[in-house]
């Protein structure tokens, strides 16, 4: 079952010779997410191919432009290709006045609709859940009002293995139950343990998004051990104390959360516009989390 | 003196395969003035070098998305570069709150006084005039309330003929009284007609802009005779019911207006996205109007 990031864009602030702010999506089986809409991003979705009739919410981390201005325009283009099915977004507190007012004075009615949730949090809560995801927000330390995302994958059915459903006799019927966990019960009437007859589902998958923050420990325990995380790395780290002044992390910093948090994957991301190499960087993080890659427009990332 | 516009974006709606949203820059002689700003036009601007401090004023002919969604982050880079000099933002009523709360939200200030002046007419009305033109507002019909603008050159100062001050003996400390049109006097006392000593200057240039639209005559008084014309062209002429419907021209009739107006050349545009091909839509308004072009996106007009 495909779970795979999309890199629609990651520069920090002012889009810079090809590098777009940032979006990305994340798409798990059928259904699509988009996290942050920095301008642009519809104009990147066209050109990536990406199917928008799959995004079933949107994710905000926090209303700077760069994060956010694309998405009144992405809301009107969903309505002039007729989208009919609900579109959650959420984000902190006024994003739904950000976009409401931008639609409403565009003289624009949606042909769907949109449900915000303004998320309030100082700890990690679920804000999103349906069959196959669960998503968590937790707050970033930034300029204004920030949040993280988790998304997991929601915990698999066991698989069936089918010799051992006739050897012990149960009757296909109760399939539906063992994948849930449940014994069986074979016609004669005995109880048969259910790891007997099925076997471990696939680990579930977790995906982590961070940006934009200062360099924070504290968020450590939220994404700790998932298997792909994007942190922001605005700047290198001698640049140590711009980015601390800016409430951003550095590509060094990066890393360090990524090794305390023990996680398997780094990317690092929302790159100054100062750099136009951006390998130095890479090079910084994977001095101390040697599994890092850099956010690098058009790049897949399956999870 | 260098007059020149500069197409940035002339999609309709939806960006398409390279093709921006509405947003063009005019220039003239060091100042640039930018007429709407749909989704992506800092980044058009960022791709064609054209140097942001030189923008005295945004002329936006309406609130639909695809002519106003990229101010706000337009606004929010000139700040990130610095910028000091006000800048006067023009528009229909709406434009203001629809700014000002994308701003307020994004937790952004500007580093330069920004000044709205929203547009109420029936009729022409001058909105703008510097040291070197003069820009008016005029109704267009659309489904929601939309102005088209003439920027018109300043009358200039007319050309002085240095052999002729030296034949009547006239002192050089008149040049500016003669260049603005008064009669010299030598230093023997004799009144020298003005046309005796100086030339008649360049005739002023103009440029009108009409997007978007339906087609509508009443217009024709408002542009009469301008050096540029650019219409909006979104169907050709067998969608006309379509046009009608939406409020907006066909190729042909934009080609009309332009022959009734007498206009010395015509650029089409805000294209709709159902034409891969646009050479079709040009020999169209050819037909009725020999002197047209496309908008093409990096196309430069010299007026």
Redesign the interface.
């Known amino acids: 079952m495909n779970f795979e990031l999309l890199i629609l864009g990651s520069n920090s ?5 090809g590098r ?1 702010p940032s979006a990305q999506a994340l798409t798990l089986r059928n259904s699509s997410y988009l996290i942050d809409c920095g ?2 991003t ?2 990147r979705l ?1 050109e990536e191919q990406v199917k928008r009739n799959r995004f079933k919410a949107v994710f905000i981390s926090h ?4 994060h ?3 998405l ?2 992405l809301l ?2 969903f309505s ?2 007729g989208r009919k099915d609900p579109l959650f977004i959420f984000g902190p507190q ?2 739904r ?2 976009i409401e ?2 639609i409403r ?4 009615f949606l042909s769907y609709p949109v449900e915000f949730q303004e998320i309030i949090t100082n700890k990690s809560v679920k804000v999103y859940e349906s069959e196959t995801i669960k998503v968590f927000a937790f707050p970033l330390q930034h ?2 009002p920030t949040y993280g995302y988790k998304f997991v994958e929601k915990e698999k059915a066991r698989h069936i293995v089918p010799e051992k459903l006739e050897l012990y006799n149960i009757p296909f019927t109760q399939i539906p139950d063992l994948r849930m966990g449940a014994d069986g019960i074979s016609v004669d009437g005995d109880v048969i343990p259910n790891r007997e007859v099925t076997r471990d589902p696939h680990p579930v998958r977790s995906y982590a998004y961070c940006s934009d923050t200062i360099y924070d420990e504290s968020l450590i325990s939220h994404i700790a051990g998932v298997d792909l995380l994007y942190h922001e790395a605005t700047f290198m780290h001698d640049l140590a104390e711009k980015a601390r002044d800016r409430m951003h992390t550095t590509s060094c910093e990066a890393a360090m959360i990524a090794k305390k948090a023990k996680v398997q994957k780094l990317i690092i991301g929302h790159f100054s516009s100062r750099y136009d190499n951006l390998e130095p960087l890479l090079h910084e993080a994977r001095s101390v989390f040697s599994n890092t890659e850099l956010a690098i427009e058009g790049t897949r990332f399956e999870i």
Chains 1, 2 share one sequence.
Do not use: C, N, W
Not at 63 to 66: E, K, N, R, T, V
Not at 105 to 108: F, H, I, R
């Open positions: 602030a002012v889009p810079y010779k777009f301008e642009g519809q104009i066209a209303l700077h432009g760069d956010v201005f694309g009144p325009g009107t283009s002039l290709a006024g994003i006045e950000m007012t931008a004075l565009s003289g624009s300029r204004i």
